[in-house]
């Protein structure tokens, strides 16, 4: 059986990248860029010369949904806080399969370990060693006879 840790749930992640551009806003001389970063998204936008730009960034466990859509023959992704309701992002001319796939991977594992559930798990691993921690200093206090203090 394989022994518990007593440290904490946690994991770092490098930044990441992603150009995803769709060809249409190619069309409009513009781009899209998503970034991910130790703890938050952000994906910014831009068309015309970036005359016109947007810049959305959120915390990873307040991402909502994070999913890989299809619309006819066209493959993305839709983060619902950087991408709005259920506007999907395409990259590309909208057939890179394996780049979506790898992106929203990379979305729900990073949600995973920065999210709601993250936290939860962050607690429950602290209670933990917080009761590790108790014993030892119990059998500490027992080994050289000390007394508890009487709780009032």
């Known amino acids: 059986m394989a022994e518990e840790s007593d440290r904490p749930d946690v994991a770092t992640f490098d930044t990441k990248e992603y150009d995803v551009t769709c060809c249409c806003d190619t069309l409009f001389c513009g781009s899209k860029t998503l970034t991910l970063g130790p703890d938050e998204a952000e994906l910014v936008g831009n068309c015309c010369f970036k005359l016109c730009t947007s810049n959305k960034r959120g915390p990873y466990g307040e991402l909502g949904t994070v ?14 806080s950087l991408t709005g309701s259920e506007d999907m992002i395409c990259t590309g001319c909208g057939c890179d399969d394996a780049t979506v796939t790898e992106i929203v991977s990379d979305l729900k594992e990073r949600q995973g370990m920065r999210g709601d559930r993250a936290k939860t798990r962050m607690g429950e691993s602290t209670l933990k060693s917080l009761e590790s921690l108790h014993k030892k200093v119990d059998m500490i206090m027992a080994n050289m006879e000390i007394e508890r203090e009487s709780e009032a």
């Open 67 to 80: 999913d890989k859509s299809t619309c006819a023959c066209f493959v993305g992704f839709i983060a619902t």
